[in-house]
């Protein structure tokens, strides 16, 4: 039988929202109470991690996670979007581009750096996704927000020439980055650096936290009679691979179906874990003691 809640590490397709994935599994899991953890464009393949029944609960941390993906950057074109799917703003060709030109370039944009999203995000502005604003006519600058690129790594540049004749530069980059980083954006300003614009022409994210690509068991074709049992992570085994985990005996266990604070010391956020190998709920640190983030009151997964 389908579990009543799990984790699910979806190889998005092409072509669809994250929304739209959410949708299928809630047909495929036959439940409404789905989520995600980390929106991918329509235009994005990868790993979208999918939160089932209960296990939704977990997905405000997997968002937290870092990410890593891989990228191709057109430099020469500017679009209305940043990536493939908008229109070209601005043509100003990449003929003279080098190798040498683009990573040097790329250096700093290495480590923490302050980066304005993209205004096609789904950043809300006074309630309102700025994409929305954006299509309405809306002419949107977010604030800048710190954000970390721990890796980026320049490949192949292939030169290419748009459908316009404009001569352009396609290259291929290797992104590991903290979350709320948007690689859009990134691409939007490499482009710059360089003094030719650019835009995203592919993505594909490999990895959300410790989950990658080698993980999914589901997709890239959704349209599936069911979902495969080995697709399922239970809620402990996806807890205890995001989080460090403390396993409690059967009074400690009791105490936590109460919601009731432990006297462990904590380092950060944890996956307490009950005497029967089932997530109990997560607990943060609060002096010397541990109190309840996220209870599972009846020992999830039982």
């Known amino acids: 039988m389908t579990p009543v809640s799990g984790v699910l ?3 998005k397709p092409q072509g669809i929202t994250s929304h739209g994935v959410v949708a299928r599994v809630r047909r495929l899991a036959g439940t409404r109470k789905v989520g995600h953890a980390g ?30 993906y891989l990228a191709t950057v057109r430099l020469g074109q500017e679009t209305s979007t940043e990536d493939a799917d908008g229109e070209v703003t601005a043509t ?67 030169p290419a020439v748009a459908s316009d004749g404009t001569p352009v530069v396609d290259v291929e ?44 068991r589901l ?12 697709a399922w992570l239970t809620p402990a085994a996806a807890a205890t691979r995001c989080l460090p985990s403390l396993t409690v005996d059967a009074e400690e266990a009791a105490a936590v179906a109460h919601g009731r604070a432990l006297s462990h010391q904590l380092e950060g956020v944890t996956a307490v874990i009950g005497p029967a190998g089932t997530l109990l709920a997560l607990y943060r640190p609060a002096g010397d003691r541990a109190v309840p983030d996220t209870v599972f009151v009846d020992g999830e997964g039982q």
């Open 9 to 11: 590490v979806v190889d």
């Open 39 to 68: 929106t991918l464009d329509p235009m994005a393949t990868g790993v979208l991690v999918i939160g089932v029944g209960r296990a939704t609960r977990l997905l405000g941390q997997l968002t937290l996670h870092d990410k890593r």
């Open 92 to 158: 100003h060709g990449a003929p003279e581009v080098t190798e040498p030109d683009v990573r040097a370039a790329a250096v700093p944009f290495l480590g923490e750096i302050d980066q304005v999203p993209s205004a096609v995000s789904a950043i809300k502005v006074d309630g309102v996704r700025s994409y929305r604003r954006v299509r309405s006519g809306e002419d949107v600058v977010l604030p800048a927000r710190r954000v970390t690129i721990s890796r980026l790594d320049v490949g192949t540049l292939t």
């Open 173 to 216: 980059l290797d992104v590991e980055c903290s979350s709320g980083t948007y690689i859009r954006a990134l691409a939007r300003d490499l482009g710059d650096a360089l003094g030719v614009g650019g835009h995203l022409t592919a993505l594909r994210r490999t990895r959300v936290g410790p989950f990658t690509l080698d993980d999914s």
């Open 219 to 230: 997709g890239p074709d959704l349209d599936v009679p069911g979902i495969p049992d080995d």
